[in-house]
């Protein structure tokens, strides 16, 4: 039978290229005839005979449509394209779990932009009159504790006793002062955002926490954090600071001095050195003549807070002090506040009447009270008109310290 047999045997040539060896057998002599050929290509094409061949000749030489037929080629190609295939699912599983770390952002309801009602000082104090403080006035100690000669003596020449009467509205204020703030409690939010507001002048409450409690006066971005030395007592005495018609313009004085270039300081850290005084004073029983002769302790607590600050007030913007003078100006108003509490008062019920007369007066109705008060509000306006004995405020509900929390509220 004529014809060519064909016979194929691999070998490994010496560049790892297969090198095929070609037999064809003429069988009409009886002789066969062997031909290498390297991938299919024929001795000859710039590849020697013995198998072995130069990478870069090969490539050379050889067409492109015998390139695509090497199997070393090929097997790198398809692990290229593995390689960066793995490269993307790396960075699409990396990109997941960096989506997946973030916080979900909650939508911000229509709601939750309307600003909350301005709340007057009666309405926080009534809140707290019907609130259960039972745990809080067990631990108080609305008095100086004074044994032996100590007591003796300030039994014969100290101060009057508080009547009995005003006994649980003295208590009710160490109370208070145990109280923290709290993000669950409705009034406690509007008491602060009361606060930001009416210094600030602005119409829409501002975030829980932020920087922009700084503007105020606070030292850092929770205002919980400065409460510790007064609890809740000392955004109470801020609140009737600010709600009050009579004292509004001081208040509003007071906080253009503490942004002052000079001689600014932070005010609500201020006001609450104010209230730790107050606390103080009414525990030394310095206050007690003057809550039996008007027969209050909370409206008493309240002009003395104010008394103080005023006091304050003066005394920083006539001697030009500045925040490095903080600490002895803080213990020279305490120690004059504690030891003229008539004095004092009489200096806050003057300047209310100079400016009640117009004498010195630069009242400016606030555009936000008038615009949306609140009920409170117009409540305390209206008790404003019949003089200070028509401001008696029942206060229920402030407590006292524990003894390491007493001390100077620092300054920054």
Not at 370 to 388: A, M, T, Y
Not at 399 to 411: D, F
């Amino acid at each position: 039978m004529e014809g060519d047999v064909a016979v194929v045997v691999y070998s490994e040539g010496s560049k790892g290229f297969q090198q095929e060896c070609q037999q064809t057998e003429d069988l009409t002599n009886g002789h066969s005839k062997l031909t290498p050929v390297l991938n299919g290509l024929p001795p000859g094409n710039g590849i020697k005979e013995n198998g072995s061949a130069n990478g870069s000749s090969y490539l050379r030489s050889v067409p492109i449509t015998a390139l695509k037929q090497n199997g070393i080629l090929q097997s790198l190609a398809a692990g290229g394209d593995q390689t960066k295939a793995e490269e993307v699912n790396s960075e699409l599983e990396r990109a997941q779990q960096e989506w997946d770390a973030l916080e979900s952002i909650q939508p911000v309801l229509v709601e939750d932009l309307t600003p909350s009602a301005l709340i007057s000082f009666n309405e926080a104090l009534q809140h707290f009159q019907t609130t259960d403080l039972g745990d809080l006035l067990r631990n108080i100690q609305p008095t100086i504790r004074r044994t032996g000669l100590a007591a003796i003596t300030h039994f014969l020449f100290g101060p009057p006793r508080l009547h009995k009467e005003l006994v649980e509205e003295r208590d009710l204020v160490f109370a208070i002062a145990q109280c923290s703030l709290d993000n669950s409690q409705p009034v406690h939010m509007r008491v602060l955002q009361t606060i930001y507001r009416k210094l600030t002048c602005t119409r829409t409450d501002c975030p829980r926490y932020g920087p922009h409690w700084e503007n105020v006066g606070f030292q850092g971005t929770d205002p919980a954090t400065d409460l510790r030395g007064t609890g809740f007592l000392g955004l109470m005495h801020a609140l009737y600071l600010v709600m009050d018609p009579e004292t509004l313009p001081l208040a509003r004085d007071i906080y253009k001095l503490s942004q002052h270039p000079v001689q600014n300081f932070p005010f609500c850290v201020m006001s609450i050195n104010m209230t730790r005084i107050a606390l103080h004073a009414l525990r030394e029983e310095v206050l007690s003549k003057e809550c039996n002769r008007r027969q209050q302790v909370v409206g008493v607590l309240n002009d003395f807070y104010v008394a103080t600050f005023l006091h304050l007030y003066q005394l920083w913007k006539s001697e030009k002090k500045t925040i490095s003078d903080s600490g002895y100006v803080l213990k020279e108003v305490e120690l004059y506040a504690k030891k003229n509490p008539k004095q004092i008062l009489r200096r806050l019920e003057s300047f209310l009447q100079e400016r009640r007369a117009g004498i010195g007066h630069r009242t400016s109705p606030d555009t936000l009270s008038h615009s949306n008060p609140s009920p409170g509000d117009r409540e305390s306006r209206v008790s404003s008109q019949g003089g200070k004995e028509g401001k008696e405020m029942n206060f229920t509900g402030v407590c006292e310290l524990p003894p390491e929390m007493e001390g100077e509220a620092r300054l920054i």
